[in-house]
């Protein structure tokens, strides 16, 4: 595998379930990043982990907890969500956080979050 | 506030033509990158081209260019000769050297139609 990997592509939930996506990095890359993207709207930042600490929650519900038991693998557990909650959720990494010259994101596939 | 602007929702395109794709910015950052990335219909979203403040000269790679013009904080992207292929969302980001974690900001994005 190479790049950046989501499982699964898409999910389909019930309000009450907990699932969880993961996310993996083939590419050696010490930063990782969730986004979600809805409909007609631009892609909101969630969480930012560099080399396993989380940097950032982007004002985040609790309903959404992340996890990066190291620098290749990034979860997002998801519990009770609401409708509103589905959307497009893609997992990116780069190589570090710091400094503006590339440090491109590259992104997986993403997961097709559907909340009944 | 939004910190990038991207005043086009859709364009169509024929293919063989040249299309720019409009993209301004706000920062108060004297450094600071600037990023194109494409989302076909699958969802992945593909890193395209980057430039830094500091450089001087226009980037490209292949097809794309980037039309920077720092005293107007915009951003331009260029696809020149467009193909079928080209046909996807396409979305302006950018990086601040200020906001030391490297949080990226995306634009709403403009969805290019290639036509034959």
């Known amino acids: 595998e190479t790049g950046v990997t989501q499982t699964p592509r898409h999910l389909v939930m019930g309000m009450t379930n907990k699932k969880s996506l993961k996310c993996e990095q083939h590419l050696g890359h010490n930063a990782m990043y969730w986004y979600k993207q809805s409909a007609k709207k631009p892609l909101e930042l969630m969480f930012v982990y560099s080399l396993e600490e989380r940097v950032e929650n982007n004002s985040v519900p609790s309903r959404f907890s992340p996890e990066c038991p190291n620098s290749s693998h990034l979860f997002l557990h998801l519990h009770t969500l609401q409708p509103e909650d589905s959307a497009l959720y893609l997992c990116?990494?780069?190589?570090?956080?710091f400094g503006t010259g590339g440090y491109e994101q590259y992104f997986g596939p993403g997961t097709r979050l559907t909340v009944t | 506030a939004q910190k990038i602007t991207q005043t086009q929702p859709g364009m169509f395109v024929q293919e063989k033509e040249a299309v720019t794709l409009d993209c301004t910015y706000d920062?108060?950052?004297?450094?600071?990158?600037l990023f194109w990335y494409k989302q076909p219909s699958s969802g992945e979203m593909i890193f395209l081209i980057y430039?830094?403040?500091?450089?001087?000269q226009n980037a490209t790679e292949g097809r794309y260019s980037l039309n920077f013009q720092k005293a107007r904080k915009s951003a331009n992207l260029v696809i020149s000769a467009s193909q079928l292929g080209d046909s996807a969302m396409y979305f302006c980001a950018m990086r601040e050297q200020g906001d030391s974690w490297g949080k990226f900001q995306f634009g709403a994005g403009t969805q290019v139609v290639v036509t034959p």
């Open positions: 430039q830094g403040s500091y450089d001087e």
């Open positions: 990116a990494s780069s190589q570090d956080l």
């Open positions: 920062t108060s950052d004297q450094s600071y990158g």
